[in-house]
């Protein structure tokens, strides 16, 4: 079982920025996928961002180039850039890989933008 472990929410203003990291068990360059997704209280979960196995990235559009996902090999870590933060950003973020075809999910991490 792959084991994935958010770290990096909290609260920040508007406007700011904040990293998020996802800890993996495995070396991230072996998922053929990995992602980030949100849900905000009230609301269902939704993609945020995703790279696959070749390194290709896709966003939602209510990102609009404000975030980056990327992931490092030397460290097992998958991150969340985020820039230019919205109060409409806040929401709880996690985690999410797929490997040797079975999904894994981290706890979550959360983040509140203030205004």
């Known amino acids: 079982q792959v084991q994935l472990v958010e770290s990096g929410g909290g609260l920040v203003q508007a406007g700011g920025s904040l990293r998020l990291s996802c800890a993996s068990s495995?070396?991230?360059?072996?998922?053929?996928?990995m992602g980030w997704y949100r849900q905000a209280p009230g609301k269902q979960r939704e993609l945020v961002a995703t790279?696959?196995?070749?390194?290709?990235?896709d966003y939602a559009d209510f990102t609009q180039g404000r975030f980056t996902i990327s992931r490092d090999g030397g460290t097992n870590t998958l991150y969340l850039q985020m820039n230019s933060l919205k109060p409409e950003d806040t929401a709880v973020y996690f985690c999410?890989?797929?490997?040797?075809?079975?999904?894994?999910w981290g706890q979550g991490t959360q983040v509140t933008v203030s205004s």
């Open positions: 790279i696959n196995l070749a390194g290709i990235t």
């Open positions: 999410n890989g797929m490997f040797l075809r079975r999904v894994s």
């Open positions: 495995e070396n991230v360059f072996f998922f053929n996928a």
